[in-house]
C-alpha cells in the first residue's frame, strides 16, 4: 500500500483478555516504530524495530506488553492481560533507516479500549 | 532522557489570526527539531522541521524558530485558515525522538 496500515482501526476488549494490534509499514522501510497516545497526552515511544531486531524495549510500559517483526515487515503489538489503563491510540510509524532525525510515516492507528 | 514541553494545550484563534506554539527541550545534544499535526482520526504527518544549524525555516504560511541557547523552539502559523485546526506535537531528537504533549489548535470561522 501507499502508506504504513494498522489494524484492527478499533478493539474493545474485556479486562483482562489479549489483544494484538497490526502494523503493516510502509514497503521497503527498515525501521518501524510503536507509540501509545493517551487521551489528551503526547506520543509515548514503546518500541523501534531496525529490520527484525529490537535493540532497545525498556520503553514498552510492562511485562504485558510484546512486540515481533517478521520479515522485515509486519509488526505485532501484543498486550497481554489488558488493563483499563492500556486504553489508548497505538500508533504505529516507519522510515527508510532508523535515523531519528528523518521523517517518520504514522498510520492512523487502533483505538484500545479495555472495559 | 530528553524531556519536551509544549504550550499551550489549547490554542482558539479567529481566522486569519497567527498562532504560535512553543516547546522547550532538555537535552543540550538534541539536533532535529519536527513539527506533526494530527487531524481528526488520522495519524501525526510532518509539516515542518529543524536542524540545529539553522535558527529559521519558513514554508509558505508556517515557519519554526529554534534557539539553542535557551532550548527552545516554536511553530508560527500566519493567516490561520479553518483547516488548520488539529493537534500539533512538538519533538526533539538525539538518540530518539520525543514528543510534547500537543496542542489542540482551533481556527474559528
Known amino acids: 500500500g501507499a502508506g504504513v496500515s494498522q489494524s484492527p482501526s478499533n478493539k474493545v476488549t474485556e479486562k483482562g483478555k489479549d489483544v494484538e494490534l497490526r502494523c503493516d509499514p510502509i514497503?521497503?522501510?527498515?525501521?518501524l516504530y510503536w507509540y501509545r497516545q493517551s487521551l489528551g497526552q503526547g506520543l509515548e515511544f514503546l518500541i523501534y524495530?531496525?529490520?527484525?531486531?529490537?535493540?532497545?524495549k525498556s520503553g514498552l510500559p510492562s511485562d504485558r506488553f510484546s512486540a515481533e517483526r517478521t520479515g522485515g515487515s509486519v509488526s505485532t503489538l501484543t498486550i497481554q492481560r489488558t488493563q483499563q489503563e492500556d486504553s489508548a491510540v497505538y500508533l504505529c510509524?516507519?522510515?527508510?533507516?532508523?535515523?531519528?532525525?528523518?521523517?517518520?510515516?504514522f498510520g492512523s492507528g487502533t483505538q484500545l479500549s479495555v472495559l | 532522557g530528553e524531556n519536551v514541553e509544549q504550550h499551550p494545550s489549547t490554542l482558539s484563534v479567529q481566522e486569519g489570526d497567527s498562532a504560535v506554539i512553543k516547546c522547550t527541550y532538555s537535552d543540550s545534544a538534541s539536533n532535529y527539531f519536527p513539527w506533526y499535526k494530527q487531524e481528526l482520526g488520522k495519524g501525526p504527518q510532518l509539516i515542518i522541521d529543524?536542524?540545529?544549524?539553522?535558527g529559521e525555516k519558513k514554508d509558505q504560511r508556517i515557519a519554526v524558530t529554534l534557539n539553542k541557547t535557551a532550548k527552545h523552539f516554536s511553530l508560527h502559523i500566519t493567516e490561520t485558515q479553518p483547516e488548520d485546526s488539529a493537534v500539533y506535537f512538538c519533538a526533539a531528537v538525539d538518540n530518539d525522538m520525543r514528543f510534547g504533549a500537543g496542542t489542540r489548535l482551533t481556527v474559528k470561522p
Open positions: 514497503s521497503g522501510h527498515t525501521a
Open positions: 529543524i536542524r540545529s544549524n539553522v
Open positions: 524495530f531496525q529490520g527484525n531486531s529490537a535493540p532497545d
Open positions: 510509524a516507519s522510515s527508510q533507516e532508523v535515523r531519528w532525525n528523518e521523517k517518520l510515516f
